[in-house]
């Protein structure tokens, strides 16, 4: 435990001494990746633990956004008050939404997640379109900080804090439970756990997560875009990331959003359309294929053999 809290510590200051070395113009790429890592984040702790896995994660990152749009935009809210409002309407909306979901499994679990995804985009375009923007979405939603320094501390001190307390709480008997159930949620359920109660808490706090995301993302970008928001690309991005950085771990989708971001910048001049999405899903791929367990096994590996042959879980971070 200490020696991993002394890995936490070093990954803090060295990312909060970045701006001493690097342009304006990667900060805002890097506050880009830390907010793709805390959705990542977010999937993963309900399909990298569980097994169940979402293809509607931007309809609970969409709660958390609109709603703290439309307070802080229509009616004036305060963002301190607004932000703790989307995220409790995100909770609650996604609770009534996704708690049937959580008796199926598999396939038909993927499936209601993708409809209620787009459930939401064509709710938001047709429902009360004076509040919501419609098509058009939202534009001059209030931003918290401005500049590229200041929003990237932000930023990074909203993902590291979320991270940290994800990386706590995988390491109680919950977490370790949540795990199980992703390898065999009947012997879980024989065991005497309740697996549904298990599985409403891993989503809970999946939507805490992805609400408060969604808000801060609002209030970071000034616009909000139903097209945007619920894009299957923005779907597969975070899903990749989760996955190629090494699911079921914290520090993996971390790793995984910022080696996907700066891969899809980086494509960006040379295919500037959405041709791109088509190169880095077959990166992705190869690197999936060759590494399931992803980035973070690799990194484990090659701790080991620095180490001398001494091995640890992946899993621990």
Same mark, same amino acid.
């Given at each position: 435990?200490?020696?991993?809290?002394?890995?936490?510590?070093?990954?803090?200051?060295?990312?909060?001494?970045?701006?001493?070395? +690097?342009?304006?113009?990667?900060?805002?790429?890097?506050?880009?990746?830390?907010?793709?890592?805390?959705?990542?984040?977010?999937?993963?702790?309900?399909?990298?633990?569980?097994?169940?896995?979402?293809?509607?994660?931007?309809?609970?990152?969409?709660? /958390?956004?609109?709603?703290?749009?439309?307070?802080?935009?229509?009616? /004036?809210?305060? +963002?301190?008050?607004?932000?703790?409002?989307? +995220?409790?309407?995100?909770?609650?909306?996604?609770?009534?939404?996704? *708690?049937?979901?959580?008796?199926?499994? /598999?396939?038909?679990?993927?499936?209601?997640?993708?409809?209620?995804?787009?459930?939401?985009?064509?709710? +938001?375009?047709?429902?009360?379109?004076? *509040?919501? /923007?419609?098509?058009?979405?939202?534009?001059?939603?209030?931003?918290? *900080?401005?500049?590229?320094?200041?929003?990237?501390?932000?930023?990074?001190?909203?993902?590291?804090?979320?991270?940290?307390?994800?990386? *706590?709480?995988?390491?109680?008997?919950?977490?370790?439970?949540?795990?199980?159930?992703?390898?065999?949620?009947?012997?879980?359920?024989?065991?005497?756990?309740?697996?549904?109660?298990?599985?409403?808490?891993?989503?809970?706090?999946?939507?805490?997560?992805?609400?408060?995301?969604?808000?801060?993302?609002?209030?970071?970008?000034?616009?909000?875009?139903?097209?945007?928001?619920?894009?299957?690309?923005?779907?597969?991005?975070?899903?990749?990331?989760?996955?190629?950085?090494?699911?079921?771990?914290?520090?993996?989708?971390?790793?995984?959003?910022?080696?996907?971001?700066?891969?899809?910048?980086?494509?960006?001049?040379?295919?500037?359309?959405?041709?791109?999405?088509?190169?880095?899903?077959?990166?992705?791929?190869?690197?999936?294929?060759?590494?399931?367990?992803?980035?973070?096994?690799?990194?484990?590996?090659?701790?080991?053999?620095?180490?001398?042959?001494?091995?640890?879980?992946?899993?621990?971070?």
């Amino acid at each position: 435990m200490p020696r991993l809290l002394l890995a936490w510590a070093a990954f803090a200051v060295i990312m909060l001494l970045l701006p001493q070395v +690097v342009s304006p113009g990667t900060l805002r790429i890097i506050i880009f990746a830390n907010f793709l890592a805390i959705f990542a984040m977010s999937w993963d702790f309900i399909s990298g633990k569980t097994g169940y896995i979402s293809f509607g994660h931007p309809f609970l990152i969409g709660i /958390g956004a609109y709603t703290s749009a439309i307070l802080s935009y229509r009616f /004036g809210v305060p +963002v301190s008050l607004s932000i703790p409002l989307a +995220v409790l309407a995100t909770m609650i909306g996604g609770t009534l939404f996704f *708690l049937p979901a959580l008796r199926i499994k /598999g396939t038909y679990f993927a499936l209601v997640t993708l409809a209620f995804m787009e459930l939401m985009y064509q709710l +938001v375009q047709v429902i009360r379109p004076d *509040l919501t /923007g419609g098509t058009r979405g939202i534009s001059g939603i209030k931003t918290i *900080l401005s500049g590229a320094v200041p929003n990237f501390y932000l930023s990074f001190g909203l993902m590291f804090a979320i991270a940290l307390a994800l990386w *706590l709480l995988s390491r109680t008997r919950i977490g370790t439970a949540l795990d199980a159930i992703s390898m065999n949620e009947e012997a879980v359920s024989g065991s005497g756990l309740n697996t549904t109660r298990l599985k409403l808490f891993a989503f809970m706090v999946s939507a805490l997560v992805a609400g408060l995301g969604g808000a801060f993302y609002a209030h970071y970008l000034g616009s909000i875009a139903p097209r945007a928001l619920f894009d299957i690309n923005f779907v597969f991005t975070i899903i990749v990331s989760a996955l190629i950085g090494g699911s079921s771990t914290v520090i993996g989708p971390i790793i995984g959003a910022y080696f996907m971001t700066f891969l899809l910048e980086y494509l960006r001049p040379v295919l500037p359309g959405s041709e791109r999405y088509l190169v880095y899903g077959l990166i992705a791929l190869v690197l999936y294929v060759y590494q399931p367990k992803g980035i973070m096994e690799l990194l484990r590996k090659l701790g080991v053999r620095a180490g001398g042959g001494r091995t640890g879980r992946a899993g621990n971070v």
